[in-house]
């Protein structure tokens, strides 16, 4: 066995490297493209026409026949041309369109490759060679529509794990709004676009040191070179995120100084037209200590959290929390007769779930006027699209 074993290892070091696959896509081809993957070590060759890869795009044109150094000839029949950034599957597809191989182009995509394919498009400017493929890739996208919000409270659970917040370990195998993000921006899907960006600011949180994570746990950086994110959204994202969790935090304060000042004056939250001060006074204290621990628990201190940085939830975890435990509080009139239904603290509950809802419901768009522009500009290169 140990002989056997040697033979194996000695056999694997003297093996020679496997050859890369040669796909031709023009029988009278005069390039050879050799694209390598460098993530996955994957090498592929592509025997070319110059002439249909120059006529595809400009980018291209210039490679084939300007002054860059690919383009100079090899000293054999074919120029050799090595491209290592470029995923060989992708370009593959590109490849297929240029040479009127259609029956190579897949008419679904899975949402890897439907990216990578974009991010070589974007890089060669050649998004309009996807136009009649657009519509049935497209078919394929989740629908992430702005009439998925709820209108009212006990609605949002369903939307919000609609939305694929995690609940599983699984979940990670499960498309999320950043990965369809960069496609959307690339095939000028503007509608779609923003309702992926609106889905990331619900559903992003803040990392220990203030960085963007997803529902998943994955770090958004729009400066990394390994994350194809569109420039400026996740920034104008992340201030929608601040100025709502802001809103929220100086509401709840504000639900909270209306017992204090209330207080400070000698009057009541409850109603102190219908009850003697002791009931009155009873009745707040009641609903404010209830109040009080509610929002502590769901990571706000009143008056003593006012900065949104610190708030690491996501909107969306934040708005279920607070609706839920607004369901617990209770007024000390909540049993009480007819004569108690005047009793301001009854409404609370009712009356802050409405509003955090409808704040929730209202979020701004993070799209900026240059982020439409580009997306116009996008679609009227596709047509089809």
């Known amino acids: 066995m140990a002989d056997l074993h040697n033979n194996n290892i000695e056999s694997s070091e003297n093996s020679e490297p496997m050859e890369p696959s040669i796909t031709h896509l023009d029988d009278k081809g005069d390039i050879r493209l050799i694209v390598s993957n460098q993530a996955t070590s994957e090498t592929k060759v592509f025997i070319v026409s110059s002439k249909a890869m120059s006529m595809a795009c400009d980018a291209w044109n210039a490679m084939l026949n300007g002054h860059f150094k690919e383009s100079q000839p090899s000293g054999t029949g074919q120029r050799e041309i090595e491209l290592l950034d470029d995923d060989p599957e992708a370009l593959g597809i590109l490849l297929s369109i240029v040479h009127l191989r259609f029956n190579s182009v897949p008419r679904s995509l899975e949402i890897s490759l439907f990216q990578k394919i974009t991010i070589l498009t974007d890089k060669y400017d050649a998004t309009h060679l996807l136009g009649p493929w657009c519509p049935d890739w497209l078919k394929s996208v989740p629908k992430f529509e ?43 899907q503007e509608e779609r676009f923003e309702s992926l960006a609106l889905g990331l600011v619900k559903t992003i949180r803040l990392g220990p040191d203030g960085e963007c994570l997803t529902a998943s746990g994955k770090t958004l950086d729009s400066s990394s070179d390994f994350q194809h994110i569109p420039p400026g959204i ?152």
């Open 146 to 188: 702005k009439s998925e919000v709820p209108k009212k409270p006990n609605e949002f659970e369903k939307v919000y794990r609609a939305w694929e917040i995690p609940k599983q370990p699984d979940v990670e195998a499960k498309p999320k709004f950043e990965d369809w993000l960069w496609i959307m921006w690339e095939l000028g």
């Open 234 to 385: 996740l920034e104008s994202i992340m201030e929608v995120r601040k100025k709502t969790v802001t809103a929220m935090l100086e509401y709840t304060d504000a639900i909270l100084d209306r017992f204090f000042n209330a207080y400070a004056s000698g009057k009541s939250v409850c109603s102190p037209d219908m009850h003697s001060q002791k009931d009155t006074f009873e009745c707040d204290s009641m609903v404010l200590g209830s109040l009080t621990l509610l929002l502590r628990r769901a990571g706000l201190t009143g008056n003593l959290q006012k900065d949104s940085s610190a708030i690491t939830k996501s909107i969306n975890e934040l708005y279920l929390k607070l609706d839920a435990d607004m369901l617990k509080i209770k007024s000390l009139h909540d049993f009480e007769s007819y004569e108690f239904q005047i009793c301001e603290n009854r409404l609370l509950s009712r009356q802050m779930r409405s509003r955090l809802l409808e704040m929730v419901r209202s979020i701004p768009s993070p799209l900026q006027e240059v982020h439409r522009r580009h997306l116009q500009h996008q679609a009227k290169k596709l047509r089809l699209c």
